[in-house]
C-alpha cells in the first residue's frame, strides 16, 4: 500500500484547477535541446523526440506529460508561428508552441495544415484574432489554448473558427476573455465532448452559460470563474426557442465548478445543471442554503467555507441535494453535534478544516449519527484531543478511513476501539510524544497507519498490538532516541512495508546498531519494503540470523555511513531493490554492495568528499537492470575502467554529480542490454571515440551540463551525435545551449573556446588531403605508384620529412657512432606520468653507466618546428623507443615519429628501434595500424608487466639493450 497524501483545498496556497493544467515548461529553469537523430537534423526552436514515457530523466511539462504516442514537437521562444514551425516533421502527433511576446497578432489555424496527423495541439499565448481554414487539422482530438499568467488575453474569436475541427473531443481555454469571444463560438464542433474554461475574465455568469449552451454533444465540464461573485439566471438567445424548457445538457455526465466569493445565487440559475460531480465557492449560509432554488438537483462533492454554519441547516441542504462528500472550512467546529447532523445521514466522506485562530475544540460524538460515512479527515492545529469512542457503546462501523492533523500529544490505550472497520488511519504531522500500550487495540481490520512527522521517541513490545491486518506502517520522521524494544513488530503477522526514521539514539552512542531478527523476527521474511533511517547519525545493521525471505525486498537504507555485520546472510539475496544514502556502504572495509546478489534496481548517494573505497564489485551484480550513482568520485577507484563489466543485463545508468576523467570503451564494453544512458560529471572530461562501440541497444544518451576538454578525442562527438540514427542525444542546462555553442577548457584551464570552432582549426585532416592532392598532380605517374604503394598515400608531409632523414644520414655517415643520446622515446602526452614516474628512475638514473634520454617535453627547442625537432633528435639518438598505448595509436604524432623511426630503421639495418606496450591492445586495433603491425610480427617488443614483482626483471632486460657500449 502507498502512503496517501491529503491535499487542503482551502489552503491559501491552494492548486486551482487552471494551476494543475498549466504548463510550467514555459517557465523552468532547465532548457531542453533534443537532437533528433532519426532524421539527422536539428530545429533552431523545437526539440523533437518520441513517447515522454520513454524518457525518464526529462522534467515534461503538463502538455508533454499527455503524449501517448508517436512523435512530439515543443517550440521555444516562438514569435512567428509560419516561419518558427518551418522544417519540422510534417508526421508529429503533438505540437506544443510557447509564444514569447506576452500580445501576439492573429493566429490562423492553417497554419498547422502541414501536420495532417497532429492529434493533440497546445499553445501558449496571447493573440489578438484567431482565424479558421477548412480542413486544417482533420485528426486533432486535443487542443489547449493558454493565455497570459496574469489578466486575459482579449482574442477575437468568430462563430466558425473552430467548426471544421471535425474530431475534436476535448477543448481548454485558460486565461482568455470570453466576451471578445462570439456568442456562437462553439456552434458546430460535432463530437466536443469535454470542455475547461479556466480564468474566463468574466463577472457574469451568462456570458459562460450562453456559450455553452451551444455543444450539444458535451459530457464532461470544467469551469473555473474565481471573479464571479452573482450566478444570475441566463437570458440567452439559444434558450428563447422550442427548446427552452427542455434540459441542455441530456449528455452530461461530469460537471465541475469553481467559484470564489459568492455573494448571491439568483433562482434558477444553474437550472441547465442538474447534476454536479464538484462544486466549490466561498459563501455565506444564507446563501449557500439557496442552492436548491437554483435548479442543481444532485451535487456529488461541496467544497465551502462559510464563517458560521449552521449545520443543522445545512444538512438538510445535503439531503436535498444528496450530497456524499463535504469539504469544508469553518471557525466554529462546536457546532457539530449529534443532533445538528441528523439529516446528514447520507455523508459518505467529511473534510474539516478548522481555521487556524479557532478556538473551539470539535465534539466527536457526532460521529455516531453519520452512519454512512466511510471517510473523515479533520485538519485543526488548535485540537488537542481525539475522543473518538468513549462516547460510544457500539461500534462505528461505517468508517473505513480517518486523517487526523491536530495537535495531539498523547495516545491513550485503547483509543480508537469502535472503529473495527477502520482500514487507514492517519495521524501524520501531529506533536505525538507518547503512545500507550495497546493504544491500537480494537482496530483488527486496520491495513495502512501513518504516523510519520511526529515526535515518537520510544517503540514498545506492545505499541503495535492487536493490529494483524496491518500491512503498511509509515514512522518516518520521528526521533526515536532509545532503543526499539526487542520483537516489537513480530506479532504484526500481515506487515509487508515498514518505514523506520529518523533514529537517533543518544548521543553517547557513536553508531546506532539494529538488530533486524531481534525487532522484527520471523515476520522479516515476509517484508516487501523496508526503509530505514538515521538522518546524519552512522548506521550498524545485524540480520541476526539466517532468516530467507519469501518476497521480492525493496530496500532502503539512510545514513552517515551504512555497514553491516552478517554480510553473507541468506536475506540479502532476497533484496531485488536497493537505495542508499550514505558516504560509505560497508562490510568491515570493503564495498557491502556485492552482497546483494539478485539486486535488479541500485540507487547509491554518497558525497564527492567521502573516504575512498574500491567499488569495483558493483560488477559483481550481474541481475542488475537499473543503476544508479550520485555523487561518487570514480577518478579515486583504483578499477573505475573495470566497475561495470559484467553487467549484461544493465538497461539504465546514470551517472549524477559524479567524477570521471574519460568515458571510453573499456568502461561499457559489457553494457551490451543499455537503453539508457544519463551523465551529469561534475569535473571536465573525455568522451572517447570507443566510448559508444559496444553500446549496441543504447536508445537514449542525455549529457546534463556537459564539460569537456579542448582535446581532438572529443571532436567526433558532435558529428556523431547529428548524424546517429540509432540514439537519440539529449543536451541540457541552465542556459540555452546547443552543439554550436558548446565550449571547452583548455590545457590552461582558464580559456574556454567554441568547441566546434577548437576541433575545425586543430583536428580536421582536410588540409592533408589538399596537400596531396594539388602535390600530386606535378608528380610523374610511376613516382605516384611507388610513393603509393610504399606510403599508402595519406601524407606527403611525413614523407618530406622521411626523405630529409635519409640525406642527413647518409651526410653523417662518416661520423656514425657519434650521438647526442641513448635513445629517443617515442610517446603520447597522455602517458607522461608513466614516463617521468617510471621510466626515467629506473633509466636515467641507473648506472654507472648512466643512460641520457630524450624527451619531446624537456629537450626539444623552442620555437623550431616540431616536425624537424623530431627528425632532428631520432638521428641524435642510438636508440628508439616507443611507448606504444591507445593514446599513442591515436596521436597523429605518435604516428609520424614511428614513420620515422621505420624509415631510419630501413636504411640503417640496425637494432635501433624497440616497442613496448603499456597495455593490451586488441588486435583489431592493431590492424589500422599496417606499419606497427608489422613491426610486432617481425620484431621481439616488451610488454609493461601488470604483477608489480615482475617489474625489476622488466627494467633489466630495457636497461641492458639501451645502455652505451663500453668502448663509448
Request: net charge negative; aromatic share 10%; proline share 3%.
Amino acid at each position: 500500500m502507498n502512503q496517501t497524501s491529503y491535499n487542503n483545498p482551502f489552503n491559501q496556497n491552494q492548486t486551482t484547477v487552471s494551476q494543475k493544467m498549466r504548463c510550467p515548461f514555459s517557465n523552468a529553469v532547465l532548457l531542453l535541446l533534443w537532437i533528433q537523430s532519426v532524421n539527422g537534423w536539428m530545429h533552431p526552436k523545437c526539440d523533437i523526440y518520441h513517447s515522454a514515457e520513454d524518457i525518464e530523466d526529462m522534467p515534461p511539462s503538463y502538455c508533454l506529460k499527455r503524449v501517448p504516442k508517436g512523435l512530439t514537437a515543443s517550440c521555444q521562444y516562438v514569435t512567428v508561428i509560419e516561419e518558427d514551425l518551418h522544417g519540422l516533421p510534417q508526421n508529429i502527433n503533438t505540437l506544443c508552441i510557447y509564444m514569447t511576446e506576452e500580445k501576439n497578432g492573429v493566429m490562423s489555424l492553417g497554419s498547422f495544415s502541414q501536420f495532417q496527423d497532429l492529434e493533440y495541439l497546445y499553445i501558449y499565448g496571447c493573440f489578438s484574432q484567431i482565424l479558421p481554414t477548412e480542413n486544417s487539422l482533420p485528426n486533432l482530438e486535443y487542443m489547449m489554448l493558454s493565455g497570459q499568467d496574469v489578466g486575459c488575453c482579449d482574442c477575437n474569436i468568430g462563430p466558425h473558427t473552430f467548426r471544421d475541427l471535425i474530431r475534436l473531443s476535448n477543448l481548454v481555454i485558460e486565461n482568455y476573455r470570453l466576451s471578445t469571444m462570439a456568442l456562437d463560438v462553439f456552434d458546430g464542433i460535432p463530437h466536443l465532448q469535454t470542455v475547461s474554461i479556466l480564468n474566463s475574465g468574466l463577472k457574469d455568469w451568462s456570458e459562460i452559460i450562453c456559450r455553452i449552451m451551444y455543444i450539444k454533444s458535451l459530457t464532461d465540464l470544467v469551469i473555473e470563474a474565481l471573479e464571479i461573485q452573482t450566478l444570475n439566471q441566463s437570458n440567452c438567445p439559444i434558450l428563447n426557442t422550442n427548446e427552452s424548457m427542455t434540459p441542455v445538457f441530456n449528455n452530461l455526465t461530469g460537471c465541475s465548478l469553481i467559484f470564489g466569493e459568492i455573494t448571491h445565487i439568483e433562482e434558477g440559475a444553474l437550472a441547465c445543471f442538474k447534476n454536479v460531480t464538484f462544486m466549490q465557492l466561498h459563501i455565506s449560509q444564507v446563501d449557500l442554503l439557496r442552492l436548491p432554488q437554483s435548479g442543481i438537483k444532485q451535487i456529488h462533492s461541496l467544497g465551502f467555507y462559510s464563517n458560521d454554519i449552521d449545520f443543522e441547516s445545512f444538512c438538510n441542504l445535503v439531503f436535498l441535494l444528496s450530497i456524499k462528500e463535504i469539504h469544508f472550512k469553518t471557525s466554529n467546529p462546536s457546532t457539530l453535534s449529534m443532533s445538528s447532523v441528523d439529516m446528514c445521514i447520507g455523508l459518505e466522506s467529511m473534510f474539516i478544516y478548522v481555521d487556524i485562530h479557532s478556538v473551539p475544540q470539535i465534539k466527536w460524538n457526532f460521529i455516531s449519527t453519520l452512519k454512512n460515512l466511510k471517510t473523515l479527515s479533520v485538519f485543526h492545529q488548535n485540537q488537542n484531543s481525539v475522543d473518538l469512542c468513549s462516547f460510544q457503546k457500539q461500534q462505528i462501523t461505517g468508517l473505513t478511513r480517518v486523517v487526523l492533523n491536530l495537535n495531539i500529544q498523547r495516545l491513550f490505550a485503547e483509543q480508537f476501539c469502535c472503529l473495527g472497520n477502520l482500514r487507514d488511519l492517519n495521524l501524520y504531522n501531529n506533536l505525538l510524544s507518547n503512545i500507550e500500550h495497546f493504544a491500537f487495540l480494537g482496530l483488527t481490520n486496520l491495513e495502512s497507519l501513518n504516523l510519520s512527522n511526529n515526535n515518537i521517541t520510544h517503540i514498545h513490545a506492545n505499541t503495535f498490538y492487536g493490529l494483524y491486518s496491518l500491512t503498511w506502517l509509515d514512522l518516518r520522521e520521528n526521533p526515536l532516541i532509545h532503543n526499539i524494544e526487542t520483537l516489537c513488530f513480530t506479532h504484526l503477522i500481515s506487515l509487508r512495508e515498514v518505514f523506520l526514521g529518523k533514529l537517533n539514539s543518544p548521543l553517547t552512542e557513536h553508531m546506532i546498531k539494529l538488530n533486524l531478527t531481534l525487532i522484527f523476527g520471523d515476520i522479516l521474511s515476509q517484508l516487501t519494503h523496508l526503509y530505514i533511517s538515521t538522518w546524519m547519525r552512522p548506521m550498524h545493521l545485524i540480520v541476526g540470523s539466517d532468516i530467507t525471505s519469501t518476497q521480492n525486498l525493496s530496500l532502503t537504507l539512510k545514513g552517515q555511513t551504512v555497514s553491516f555485520e552478517d554480510c553473507g546472510q541468506p536475506f540479502f539475496k532476497s533484496v531485488i531493490h536497493l537505495d542508499v544514502h550514505a558516504e560509505e556502504f560497508l562490510c568491515g572495509s570493503e564495498f557491502m554492495g556485492k552482497y546483494f546478489k539478485s539486486v535488479e534496481t541500485f540507487v547509491y548517494r554518497s558525497k564527492l568528499s567521502a573516504k575512498s573505497y574500491d567499488m569495483t564489485t558493483i560488477n559483481q551484480l550481474i541481475q542488475l537492470q537499473k543503476l544508479t550513482l550520485f555523487s561518487v568520485d570514480l577518478i579515486q577507484q583504483p578499477s573505475a575502467d573495470i566497475i561495470f563489466h559484467n553487467l549484461t543485463k544493465l538497461e539504465v545508468l546514470k551517472l549524477l554529480d559524479c567524477k570521471i576523467y574519460s568515458m571510453e570503451g573499456s568502461l561499457t564494453k559489457d553494457l551490451k542490454s543499455l537503453k539508457r544512458l544519463h551523465l551529469r560529471i561534475k569535473n571536465i572530461y573525455n568522451v572517447l571515440y570507443s566510448f559508444p562501440e559496444s553500446l549496441s541497444g543504447l536508445k537514449y544518451l542525455l549529457f546534463n551540463q556537459l564539460h569537456l576538454f579542448c582535446s581532438c578525442d572529443n571532436a567526433w562527438l558532435i558529428a556523431w551525435a547529428k548524424r546517429n540514427r540509432q540514439v537519440e542525444v539529449i543536451l541540457t542546462s541552465f542556459r540555452h545551449i546547443m552543439w554550436d555553442n558548446l565550449t571547452c577548457l583548455l590545457d590552461n584551464g582558464i580559456d574556454t573556446p567554441n568547441f566546434v570552432k577548437y576541433t575545425e582549426a586543430n583536428c580536421t585532416t582536410e588540409i592533408d588531403f589538399i596537400l596531396f592532392t594539388v602535390t600530386g598532380l606535378g608528380v610523374l605517374f610511376f613516382m605516384l605508384v611507388v610513393f603509393v604503394h610504399n606510403l599508402s598515400g595519406h601524407y606527403l608531409l611525413p614523407l618530406y620529412h622521411i626523405t630529409l632523414g635519409w640525406l642527413s644520414e647518409a651526410m653523417r655517415s662518416n661520423t656514425r657512432g657519434r650521438y647526442d643520446y641513448d635513445t629517443f622515446v617515442s610517446y603520447s602526452g597522455k602517458d607522461e606520468l608513466w614516463v617521468v614516474e617510471e621510466l626515467l628512475p629506473n633509466l636515467e638514473q641507473r648506472g654507472p653507466p648512466f643512460l641520457n634520454l630524450c624527451l619531446h617535453s624537456r629537450d626539444f627547442q623552442l620555437g623550431k618546428d616540431i616536425v624537424e625537432n623530431i627528425t632532428d633528435s631520432l638521428y641524435r639518438s642510438r636508440h628508439t623507443l616507443c611507448l606504444v598505448s591507445r593514446h599513442y595509436l591515436r596521436s597523429n604524432w605518435c604516428s609520424l615519429e614511428l614513420k620515422l623511426a621505420t624509415a631510419r630503421l630501413q636504411v640503417e639495418q640496425r637494432d635501433i628501434l624497440l616497442l613496448v606496450f603499456l597495455e593490451k591492445i586488441p588486435p583489431r586495433w592493431l590492424s589500422t595500424h599496417h606499419r606497427l603491425a608489422r613491426l610486432v610480427k617481425t620484431r621481439t617488443y616488451l610488454d609493461w608487466p601488470q604483477d608489480p614483482h615482475q617489474h625489476q626483471a622488466f627494467w633489466d632486460r630495457l636497461w641492458e639493450k639501451l645502455k652505451p657500449p663500453t668502448d663509448v
